[in-house]
């Protein structure tokens, strides 16, 4: 779905070098409905099929399928301003950080006005993350990209013999955030990006291993009343996303984002052709949300 | 050359940096180069020459070479400056040090007032709050600037910026504003502070500027003029030119063709900003190369890559060894910031040493140093070469048994010895503690272990001034007065060599400049007192006339 019309969401990708960065920004590349924009650090890593090459114009390189990739040479500010004022405009942005930086430095650009941000996704390599979190130089540098994370996908899952030391370890330093586990980068996208359409009533969409479930109103809601609905919100619903007004100030939209138990609730930058009203939709595995998901929003 | 008029500059004293003839009288100068050297007396030197005598009462040295700088320190006199410690602009007027808030709002209302277009932003550069006593600067302080005009005030540490109400109102920055990095006061409300570059880029049009200012030929004019104001004649802009940037080659190009353009510049090639990919390290090195082999000229030079491996010490971001910090704010991760992955290194460090290029890697902390010197071992171990002059760039914490492992790899250093005075007081008391603090930036190990080495400013973080980094070096002493680590300062004969023949050989210039030497160059310093006769303490007082540039005179402006 698109929370607000007028705004761009943004998803930020980190993880060390040689997590799976560049494969998960081909892999949405290839796999995602909608066209994307992806900003890259570097063109030489990232590989697509020469088939699907629309047209390359000095930092972006535009796609058959609608997607456009670009490079962050000059820097974020610069390519998402680029993005913006494109045309057509697209709804919806990957960025990814250094394999050093703290995704959260580069998350803060999503929240610019004429962007939201959706969730920092971080990437781990299982085959040897224990590894680099014993090792002193670079065990800061990892544990604060996990630390960081909404999603953490612990990658190469094929290489892993003792996923539950993984886990664990992950567990320790995260423990909000919800862990999906993958190969070559394949992280389910509507666990990335939450579901794709809000209907006007709150029906059950279909999605490949996940069912997603929405839900409209125009009446302001009280922080209190979120915050109980959330905390009484069933574990299956790993994936939660929407706008909403705030009775407190409900001329603010507010952009609402849960990952596994990390939530958080920020105003909009955004202000132009504010979405109205409530609009949330939750994702969960198949069959398992719950038909009174959202009976406390009610 | 030949057929040129030879010109004999006379001197009180010309020290040379040549152990042959360490000092002499006269100068002879045809053309751009050096043709003989000896005492004014000699008829040999006298005959068919044209004497000029102007510096008869003058001290002339080879010409200083500060090689850590940054264009960027010429691009900001575009904007009124509004930092603690006192600062010459590129015309020789002294800009006092604003030492509390007051002084910050009563120079930026001096300057508003001369500004015609009521609508038009003001930018200030060069706050440091770690030196301001009482508040911190805030949009209500700057509304007393101007509540009409949008007001930036960039800080020195590059990482924040304060702005005014007005500012923030055009920036669509309100108590709603989601991004982190907007400060906010108790009630919630933004109090114009913006910290990193995220919060700061919401003010784009102040962050936007400044950018055009360092790019601009303004900028490369005025890095000339701070250059020879004090007394400098080559100076390394180290990584902040985007060369790949179109039109930036050529700007430089046409700025240092200028015959009245008073300094030799060498434009170090930025690993991360060169516009190709990072990933294909030898394709950059192609381009390095290329550059260093067909885009020289007189006063233009190439062939220095620059690295960034970590943060600063001060900002708490440079990777140091266990202990680590020694006071860290709260919150801190007890450690800094890679900037490259250290696996990353090794493969870096090799394509460039591969293609005969010389690395200088900025190693603000001792454990930065250790990844750069173990990339430059393997390096050498798979690809042996002789005389690559691969630098660490700061070594501000470089350890006694790192300097003798550079020196048997043959690696140089160029010290930040301008942190002693500026920081040293903080970094003794909060970022590395009394202990290490007494070591920072050692010179005298350095010279004890055999690797040579320079000494910089690493401007504008800190003010060009090759006599006051060299006073630093000598003196050690912090701004409240303290000396730190008696045990690491070095001689004067030392610290002049690191200012002028070690400096060029480290920039891989030293057969044309750094000494003065039948053959090579006619770059000199011309003081006005002997660096060797005044007491230590005084290096820094020793007036600037001005430089000799291949044989063309500057005089330094003057207030």
């Known amino acids: 779905m698109s929370l607000s019309q007028a705004a761009i969401e943004v998803t930020v990708v980190g993880g060390y070098l040689g997590a799976g960065k560049t494969t998960l920004m081909n892999h949405i590349l290839t796999e995602s409905k909608d066209p994307v924009a992806v900003l890259i650090n570097d063109f030489g890593d990232i590989n697509i099929d020469s088939e699907l090459i629309q047209s390359v114009d000095g930092n972006s390189i535009a796609l058959t399928n609608g997607c456009i990739c670009c490079s962050l040479v000059d820097g974020y500010v610069s390519a998402l301003e680029e993005l913006r004022c494109r045309e057509p405009r697209p709804k919806r942005i990957i960025v990814e950080a250094s394999g050093v930086a703290d995704p ?33 130089l ?18 190469k899952k094929d290489l892993l013999s003792d996923f539950t030391t993984v886990r664990n370890e992950l567990k320790k330093l995260n423990a909000e955030a919800l862990i999906t586990d993958c190969t070559n980068s394949e992280i389910d996208l509507d666990l990335l990006f939450g579901s794709e359409v809000v209907t006007k009533a709150a029906v059950s969409v279909e999605m490949n291993q996940f069912d997603s479930r929405s839900h409209t109103s125009s009446d302001p809601i009280s922080r209190q009343a979120l915050t109980e609905w959330i905390e009484r919100l069933p574990d299956e619903v790993q994936r939660a996303k929407g706008v909403l007004r705030l009775d407190e100030e409900p001329e603010i939209p507010m952009v609402f984002q849960l990952v596994g138990r990390r939530w958080n609730l920020r105003a909009l930058a955004e202000r132009k052709n ?5 609009q949330i939709v939750v994702v969960g595995p198949k069959g398992l949300v719950p038909e009174d998901w959202d009976v406390g929003l009610r | 050359m030949n057929g040129e008029p030879i010109k004999l500059f006379v001197a009180k004293k010309i020290v040379t940096m040549d152990p042959a003839t360490p000092t002499a009288t006269a100068i002879a100068v045809q053309g751009d180069r050096i043709v003989g050297i000896g005492d004014s007396e000699d008829p040999e030197l006298r005959k068919a020459a044209q004497i000029d ?14 090689a850590h700088a940054h264009v960027m320190s010429g691009g900001l006199w575009e904007f009124p400056y509004v930092g603690f410690y006192e600062r010459v602009d590129p015309t020789g007027r002294i800009w006092k040090g604003c030492g509390d808030i007051e002084s910050v709002v009563e120079r930026l209302v001096e300057y508003e007032e001369q500004m015609g277009d009521p609508t038009q932003t003001l930018i200030a550069w060069g706050l440091d709050p770690i030196f301001l006593e009482g508040d911190r600067l805030s949009a209500s302080h700057l509304d007393q600037v101007s509540r009409t005009r949008p007001i930036f005030v960039f800080h020195a540490s590059g990482h924040l910026a304060t702005v005014n109400s007005e500012m923030m109102l055009k920036s669509g920055i309100d108590r709603h504003s989601p991004t982190p990095g907007v400060v906010r006061d108790g009630d919630g409300e933004p109090n114009g502070e913006l910290q990193e570059p995220a919060a700061m880029s919401l003010a784009l049009e102040g962050l936007s500027s400044i950018g055009k200012a360092i790019m601009s030929t303004e900028a490369k004019w005025n890095f000339g003029y701070e250059a020879r104001n004090c007394g400098v004649t080559t100076v390394a802009d180290l990584g902040t030119t985007r060369l790949a940037l179109e039109g930036q080659l050529e700007a430089w190009r046409e700025v240092t063709d200028e015959k009245n353009y008073p300094v030799r510049v060498v434009v170090a090639f930025g690993h991360y900003d060169s516009g190709a990919s990072p990933t294909d390290i030898d394709a950059l090195a192609g381009l390095a190369v290329r550059l260093r082999n067909e885009e020289e000229t007189a006063k233009l030079r190439f062939g220095i890559v620059k690295l960034i491996l970590d943060g600063s010490i001060q900002g708490f971001t440079a990777r140091l060894s266990p202990p680590h910090y020694f006071d860290p704010p709260a919150g801190h991760q007890g450690n800094g910031l890679w900037l490259i992955p250290p696996e990353q290194m090794p493969k870096i460090v090799a394509s460039y ?18 990844v750069f010197i173990e990339a430059v071992e393997k390096a050498l171990a798979e690809h042996p070469r002789d005389d690559h002059r691969h630098t660490v760039q700061h070594s501000q914490l470089t350890t006694a048994k790192q300097y003798k492992k550079m020196a048997s790899l043959g690696m140089n250093a160029n010290i930040f010895s301008n942190h002693i005075f500026y920081w040293g007081d903080q970094h003794a008391e909060i970022t590395v503690g009394p202990h290490r603090a007494a070591s920072m930036d050692a010179c005298a190990t350095a010279e004890r272990e055999n690797v040579k080495f320079s000494i910089h400013s690493d401007a504008p973080i800190t003010p060009m001034s090759q006599l006051h980094t060299i006073w630093c070096a000598v003196n050690r002493q912090t701004a409240s007065g303290k ?58 007082e020793i007036p600037v006339w001005g430089t000799v540039v291949g044989g063309v ?3 330094a402006a003057s207030d």
């Open chain 1, 138 to 155: 670079v065990a800061q540098t990892v544990a604060v990209q996990i630390a960081t994370a909404d999603l953490i996908a612990l990658n």
């Open chain 1, 274 to 278: 504010p979405p109205l009203g409530n």
């Open chain 2, 53 to 66: 005598d102007r510096f008869s009462q003058h001290i002339l040295l080879p010409g200083f070479v500060e």
């Open chain 1, 104 to 136: 959260a430095s580069v998350a803060a650009y999503g929240h610019a006005p004429g962007f939201y941000l959706n969730a920092v996704v971080v990437m781990v390599d299982g085959a040897n993350v224990m590894e680099q979190l014993n090792d002193s």
């Open chain 2, 553 to 555: 005179v500057h005089q």
């Open chain 2, 483 to 540: 000396i730190l680590g008696p045990g690491e300062r070095i001689g004067i004969h030392k610290a002049l060599e690191a200012s002028t023949i070690d400096a060029a050989h480290q920039l891989r210039l030293d057969d044309e400049i750094g000494s003065l030497q039948v053959g090579k160059l006619a770059d000199f310093t011309v003081l006005e007192a002997d660096p060797y006769e005044v007491k230590p303490d005084k290096l820094k």
């Open chain 2, 353 to 370: 040493h591969k293609a005969g290029l010389t690395v200088h890697c900025h190693c603000n902390g001792d454990e930065a140093s250790e």
